[in-house]
């Protein structure tokens, strides 16, 4: 005798396979996604790297004197993102694509390290014990939006290199 379909027993164990497999698969498409939301972040803080280093150029080499941010977009304060404005061609660099809340509201994705206002680059301290450039954070991700592998978020260092790090504080 010919067998012309698929028994009912055949047809679940199919299906069983093919949910089985979607629940090992989406959570890692999530994964993928979330790691390059953090790179195109990384990416945003090296071209704000960038656009400092045209800052520093054009101010006597003198970090710009800036609030750490503001609470939206309609408080006039000096911030990142109306300070370096002229010195980027995509707003969109002032914003990680993993902040849902942030850049809309305040108008960037990064906080600033006030404590360096007005320093000079060649005599940059950290409250007076670090002085190594590579060291010393100059802007970073106002949330842990990254924090899916070892509490890091990504930082801009003041000798311009960006790299993700440990928290260096915790709301």
């Not at 990384?42 to 800052?55: E, K, Q, W």
Request: proline share 3%; net charge neutral; charged share 20%.
């Amino acid at each position: 005798m010919k067998r012309s379909a698929f028994t009912l027993i055949e047809v679940l164990v199919a299906i069983g396979i093919i949910v089985l497999l979607a629940g090992v698969t989406v959570p890692l498409f999530s994964m993928v996604k979330a790691r390059g939301e953090s790179a195109k972040c990384l990416g945003n803080l090296r071209s704000l790297g960038v656009a400092l280093s045209a800052y520093l150029a054009e101010h006597d080499s003198t970090m710009p004197d800036l609030k750490a941010g503001r609470a939206s977009r309609n408080e006039d304060v000096p911030v990142i993102d109306n300070t370096l404005n002229s010195y980027v061609d995509d707003q969109r660099v002032f914003a990680c694509p993993s902040d849902r809340r942030y850049f809309r509201e305040t108008g960037t994705s990064y906080y600033w390290n006030s404590a360096l206002n007005g320093q000079r680059l060649a005599a940059l301290n950290l409250f007076g014990m670090v002085s190594d450039l590579g060291r010393i954070p100059v802007l970073v991700d106002k949330e842990g939006w990254h924090t899916y592998s070892d509490n890091k978020v990504n930082h801009l260092f003041a000798d311009g290199h960006a790299t993700k790090e440990l928290r260096l504080f915790t709301e």
